[in-house]
Structure formats: C-alpha cells, structure tokens
Nanobody, 127 residues
Framework: QVQLVESGGGLVQAGGSLRLSCAASGRTFSSYAMGWFRQAPGKERKFVAAIAAISWSGGNTDYADSVKGRFTISRDNAKNTVYLEMNSLNPEDTAVYYC?????????????????WGQGTQVTVSS
C-alpha cells in the first residue's frame, strides 16, 4: 500500500507561481510512474502531468496541452517525492490538484491507470 500526501497549494494571483509536493510512503516509489491531475468544481478530473519511472525511460514526462511550457513535473526518488512546479498561473488553473501513483513504470493520461491517490490540495488563482 502506498500513501500519498500533497502539499503546497494555496491562493496566488494570476501570473504567480506555486510548487506542489507529493510525498509517498513505501520503498517502491522509484519504480512507479507518477501523475498529477486536477478537478475544478462541477467538472471531471483531468490529466495535468506525468513522469515515468527513471528505470523505464529515464523519467520521461508528459503534459496536458493547457499547461505545457508553464508547469514542470519532477521527482526525487531519494526523498520519495514528486513535484509540480507551476508558473504563469491563471484563473483557469484553479482546482483541487491530486497526486497519483501507477504501479507500472509507464505514465498514462488516463486516471483509471493509477492505483493510489492523495487527498488533494486546493489551488486558487485570483484575477
């Protein structure tokens, strides 16, 4: 069983930046692909970014078009932590952000592929 705990959310003005962290329990973190998803009120959960296990592809990354060039996902296997650096935030980025772990090393954009989820952290961007 893997437990994921997100942190770093908050209120920020448009154009600002935030860095989300997701700390994972367990000794198999490095072999998991990790993803970030977000869900705005009344909307479905959407893919944001993912990073593969380093053993599979050197830690290749994937981004939703809406965040490409503004968000960066990274991982520190020594700390069992995955990060989401978010820059140039706009009000459309407002959502609850969820961290997820996939027991396979290959990343996916489909939330159904992920086996473990954090509780989410709120990000609010004011205009």
């Amino acid at each position: 069983q893997v437990q994921l705990v997100e942190s770093g959310g908050g209120l920020v003005q448009a154009g600002g930046s935030l860095r989300l962290s997701c700390a994972a329990s367990g000794r198999t973190f490095s072999s998991y692909a990790m993803g970030w998803f977000r869900q705005a009120p009344g909307k479905e959960r959407k893919f944001v970014a993912a990073i593969a296990a380093i053993s599979w592809s050197g830690g290749n990354t994937d981004y939703a078009d809406s965040v490409k060039g503004r968000f960066t996902i990274s991982r520190d296997n020594a700390k069992n932590t995955v990060y989401l650096e978010m820059n140039s935030l706009n009000p459309e980025d407002t959502a609850v952000y969820y961290c997820a772990a996939d027991r396979s090393p290959y990343f996916s954009r489909w939330h159904g592929e992920y086996d473990y989820w954090g509780q989410g952290t709120q990000v609010t961007v004011s205009s």
